[in-house]
């Protein structure tokens, strides 16, 4: 039975990382198995914190894009304007939740009446476009899903990017409006499932995210790769890749970097784009560092070969962020068969995961010296790290397939019967 499905928010395909890559997948994988779906989002700006190309001279209005599948499924991208802050602080990004909110408020005026929609689903952040689910579920009395992918209040307050109480409360209030209209809330870890679960006081769907371990999949020959963009067979290197902002801690790696100078074998990568990489550049050049390399986000196939010639991954986050979002990145570094070098609180599900599965190397994000030990353990034990290789792309196919996570949300969420669910398989993989 073909659904129809609408999708609110604001980060959206075509942007390569974070949210909007998986809603851009997700909803691409619904169309490709003949659903209608249509989503209220805005312009590509993320992570780049400015609207790309070639949306530019359209981002101060409304868009509409259609794509149609052979499948029979379709769809309708409604972009609408927001305000885009090119230094995100905790009141511009407040600017640019509330004026999508009130953009996407004034299309769904007249997206409502013109479409008949079976599920709603809403992503978070931003956490008050779970009001707009509100606003649709009370017009056609339809499925309300809330699906949040980062605890926003409590990672605004614990990172201290809100302070006045009296805010916090006013969010959690609304946050709790929406928990009490919502149909099904879904979140991406356990740990994150098991906090909203004392809030909201409803049962969790666990939807989490996933990798296509058929694109993403370990390479062979890494002095080749390595020669391919510039680097010597035998250097060791040590990459960031992602978003560049200050939740990451990423001053660490350059001050870490200082450490090693007399190292010339051993490079430090940081790649991607964000709010936070004109201060990093700085202070690279303050304090003279030579072995560390600045690159942009890389186009897909070239992304790909970066992950694979990487002999260590670095994926860092203050401790008061454990467990308030789950690294995304993790997933394309255990495709690849990477070796991640992870910051993780004991007893967090990061932690407990890595730690079961021996997929990582984990350090204590409160430690100064953990990152300089780490990188040096790990760039000398070569069997350890052809273990964890291992180990880390057997998780990614068990645990991360696109396809299973998709096939269970159908079911569970959409309520597609399983013999249509095993009948179209067929159509995806085509």
């Not at 006081?201 to 080749?224: M, Q, R, T």
């Not at 303050?286 to 991954?313: C, E, S, W, Y």
């Amino acid at each position: 039975m073909k659904k129809r499905v609408l999708l609110i928010g604001y980060n959206y395909a075509p942007e390569p990382t974070g949210i909007g890559k998986y809603s851009g997948e997700m909803i691409h994988w619904l169309a490709c198995r003949g659903h209608e779906c249509t989503v209220i989002t805005t312009y590509p700006y993320y992570p780049y914190w400015q609207v790309q190309e070639p949306y530019v001279k359209s981002r101060f209005w409304y868009k509409l894009e259609t794509q149609s599948f052979p499948s029979g499924g379709k769809i309708n991208i409604f972009r609408c304007p927001a305000y885009i802050p090119s230094k995100p602080t905790a009141i511009r990004r407040m600017l640019l939740d509330f004026s999508f909110l009130v953009s996407a408020f004034f299309k769904l005026i007249g997206v409502i009446p013109k479409f008949q929609f079976d599920q709603v689903i809403a992503v978070s952040p931003s956490l008050l476009l779970g009001i707009l689910g509100v606003m649709v579920k009370k017009f056609q009395k339809n499925q309300f899903i809330y699906h949040i992918q980062d605890l926003q209040i409590e990672a605004a307050r614990d990172l201290k990017m809100i302070q006045a109480q009296s805010l916090i409360t006013v969010l959690l209030k609304i946050e709790q409006y929406i928990f009490n209209n919502v149909d099904k809330i879904s979140t991406i870890s356990t740990a994150m499932a098991h906090k909203i679960r004392q809030k909201s006081h409803k049962d969790i769907y666990l939807f989490s995210n996933w990798v296509n371990i058929e694109l993403f999949c370990p390479l062979k020959d890494k002095a080749a790769l390595k020669k391919e963009f510039g680097f010597n067979p035998d250097d060791k290197l040590v990459l960031y890749s992602g978003a560049i902002g200050e939740k990451q801690g990423l001053d660490r790696i350059l001050l870490t970097a200082k450490n090693f100078a007399n190292d010339t074998h051993i490079l430090f990568i940081i790649c991607g784009s964000g709010p936070y990489v004109d201060h990093l550049v700085a202070q690279k050049e303050i304090l003279g560092l030579t072995n560390v390399i600045f690159l942009p986000l890389q186009p897909l196939d070239k992304f790909r070969k970066m992950l694979n010639l990487a002999d260590l991954h670095l994926v860092l986050q203050k401790s008061n962020a454990t467990d308030l979002m789950l690294p995304s990145k993790l997933t394309t570094i255990w495709a690849v068969g990477g070796v991640s070098l992870v910051t993780a609180t004991k007893g967090s599900e990061l932690y407990n995961t890595i730690d079961k599965f021996n997929t990582g190397i984990i350090i204590d994000p409160d430690d100064s010296n953990a990152l300089h030990d780490g990188i040096l353990k790990a760039v000398s034990e070569e069997n350890n790290n052809r273990i964890i290789s291992g180990n880390a792309r057997r998780y990614a196919e068990n645990y991360l397939s696109l396809e299973s996570i998709m096939t269970d949300f159908e079911y569970e969420v959409l309520h597609l019967p399983v013999s249509q669910i095993k009948s179209q398989k067929s159509t995806v993989r085509a």
